[in-house]
């Protein structure tokens, strides 16, 4: 989970009523909120592992994070991801913002999106991949797809 905001508990909670989740590790930028969801990720979730949250920025190279600072790389590399990792990212509402770096992108089995005209005009983080040539907008999947 990238941020310990206000959606993090139910963005977690509809994962799990869909997927089977052994472990949900928090990333934020704020300490206190990531263990305070992480206490109540444990007590909504008794059988998911919610490790100590980590320290993270969420930002992308050149661009900025979610609170508009300008930064200089990203904090989560597409390369510490593990294999069959499941991202719902929500938060990178500009086109100058990103939660998720571009080459992260490059490794994903689908990328499910809700609209592809909304995506062009808002997604920093699919957009940004697009522009590096880490997805084609022909990957994208719009949910109701078949």
């Excluded at 909120?33 to 190279?61: D, K």
């Excluded at 590399?77 to 069959?84: A, F, I, K, T």
């Excluded at 509402?93 to 609209?115: K, N, S």
């Amino acid at each position: 989970m990238l941020g310990a905001g206000g959606q993090a508990a139910d963005q977690v909670a509809g994962v799990c009523a869909v997927r089977p989740i052994r472990e949900v590790r928090v990333h934020s930028r704020r300490r206190q909120r990531s263990e305070e969801l992480c206490e109540r990720l444990r007590a909504s979730h008794p059988g998911v592992a919610s490790p100590r949250p980590r320290p993270a920025g969420r930002r992308c190279a050149g661009g900025r994070d979610l609170h508009g600072d300008t930064v200089g790389g990203p904090a989560l590399r597409g390369r510490d991801l593990e294999p069959m990792a499941h991202i719902n990212a929500v938060g990178a509402y500009r086109l100058d913002m990103c939660e998720i770096p571009a080459e992260a992108f490059r490794r994903a089995g689908t990328v499910v999106i809700d609209q592809l005209e909304a995506v062009l005009a808002e997604a920093g983080d699919l957009v940004q991949a697009l522009e590096a040539g880490c997805l084609r907008q022909t990957d994208l999947v719009e949910i109701g797809q078949s």
